[in-house]
């Protein structure tokens, strides 16, 4: 079992930065994949980023070049920073931890955290 805790979310200005965070409780943080997820009002939820338990990260084309992921394995941590935000960004951030199982995947979820970007 995980319990995820995101955290970092508010209102700024266009063009301005943001990080969020995701502290997970529980063991074997480091065998999981971690997941960004947003979903804006009215909009589905839409994958954001995910970094591998190896490291390896992956970027929606929307915020390619503007956001980044990491994680830290020793804080049982993972990471979003927002660059160059714009009001498109507007959303609730969902963090995800998933790890394969025997029969099925296990998945685990946050409670979001909300970014508004506005003037």
């Known amino acids: 079992q995980v319990q995820l805790v995101e955290s970092g979310g508010g209102l700024v200005q266009p063009g301005g930065s943001l990080r969020l965070s995701c502290a997970a409780s529980?063991?074997?943080?480091?065998?999981?994949?971690m997941y960004w997820y947003r979903q804006a009002p009215g909009k589905q939820r839409e994958l954001v980023a995910r970094?591998?338990?190896?490291?390896?990260?992956n970027n929606a084309d929307s915020v390619k070049g503007r956001f980044t992921i990491s994680r830290d394995n020793a804080k049982n941590t993972v990471y979003l920073q927002m660059n160059s935000l714009k009001p498109e960004d507007t959303a609730v951030y969902y963090c995800?931890?998933?790890?394969?199982?025997?029969?099925?995947?296990?998945?685990?979820w946050g409670q979001g955290t909300q970014v508004t970007v506005s003037s």
């Open positions: 995800k931890a998933s790890r394969p199982g025997v029969l099925y995947d296990y998945e685990y």
């Open positions: 529980g063991s074997q943080f480091n065998v999981y994949t």
């Open positions: 970094i591998t338990s190896g490291g390896t990260t």
